[in-house]
């Protein structure tokens, strides 16, 4: 299993060497600091309250469906991070074209795996899409668009958001399809 994880680890870094390496557009930093900072919780703000005043049962239901997952989703970040406690890609390096630290909403934000930015994006999104299939693309390009910023910002490593996006996507299908079924 470690050389699964050294090698995993390796390319992380490679990724993240590479990332340090470029001069992204303007309008591309723009973008990925705006898709991290709705990740923090805003947008899934905005779509709870949306869901709420819709005030139609299936709005009622998936609304119930996200606080579920959400839930869900950060009790199993805060024991994944517990465990694995791997630091940031910007405990190494920050990247010269962006000056952003993680949140620190509680100890464990410090460590890397997995990337909870990701993991709520997905689950939320999950439950939206499933949800409602005509929203199923701009809520998917959220979520990417949160996972995709957490590394071009130096926050996470690839494999982060990889685990953060599998968890997310199962957390909100089991959710979705217990509340639902």
Same mark, same amino acid.
């Given at each position: &299993?470690? $050389?699964v994880l050294s090698y995993v680890n390796e390319r992380?870094?490679r990724v993240n060497d590479r990332l340090l390496a470029?001069?992204? !557009?303007?309008?591309? #930093?723009?973008?990925? %600091?705006?898709?991290?900072? %709705?990740?923090?919780?805003?947008?899934? @703000?905005?779509?709870?309250? @949306? +869901?709420? +005043?819709?005030?139609?049962?299936?709005?009622? $239901?998936? @609304?119930?469906?996200?606080?579920?997952? &959400?839930?869900?989703? /950060?009790?199993?970040?805060?024991? +994944?991070?517990?465990?694995?406690?791997? !630091? $940031?890609? #910007?405990?190494?390096?920050?990247? !010269?074209?962006?000056?952003?630290?993680?949140?620190?909403?509680?100890?464990?934000? #410090?460590?890397?795996?997995?990337?909870?930015?990701? &993991? /709520?994006?997905?689950?939320?999104?999950? *439950?939206?899409?499933?949800?409602?299939?005509?929203?199923? !693309?701009?809520? +998917? =390009? *959220?979520?990417?668009? *949160?996972?995709?910023?957490? *590394?071009? =910002?130096?926050?996470?490593?690839?494999?982060?958001?990889?685990?953060?996006? @599998?968890?997310?996507?199962?957390?909100?299908?089991?959710?979705?399809?217990?509340?639902?079924?």
């Amino acid at each position: &299993m470690s $050389r699964v994880l050294s090698y995993v680890n390796e390319r992380d870094f490679r990724v993240n060497d590479r990332l340090l390496a470029w001069a992204p !557009p303007p309008w591309f #930093c723009l973008w990925m %600091l705006w898709a991290s900072r %709705l990740g923090d919780g805003w947008l899934w @703000l905005l779509t709870g309250t @949306l +869901l709420l +005043l819709s005030g139609s049962s299936v709005a009622l $239901r998936t @609304l119930a469906a996200v606080a579920v997952a &959400m839930g869900i989703a /950060n009790a199993a970040l805060v024991a +994944l991070k517990r465990r694995f406690r791997r !630091p $940031r890609p #910007c405990d190494y390096a920050r990247h !010269p074209s962006f000056d952003v630290r993680p949140l620190a909403f509680f100890k464990e934000d #410090c460590f890397s795996f997995p990337s909870g930015h990701t &993991m /709520n994006s997905f689950a939320v999104a999950t *439950v939206v899409a499933l949800s409602y299939p005509a929203a199923a !693309p701009a809520a +998917l =390009l *959220v979520a990417m668009s *949160v996972g995709t910023s957490r *590394v071009v =910002l130096g926050l996470h490593f690839p494999s982060d958001i990889l685990a953060g996006a @599998l968890l997310g996507l199962g957390i909100g299908a089991a959710v979705h399809t217990a509340l639902f079924a």
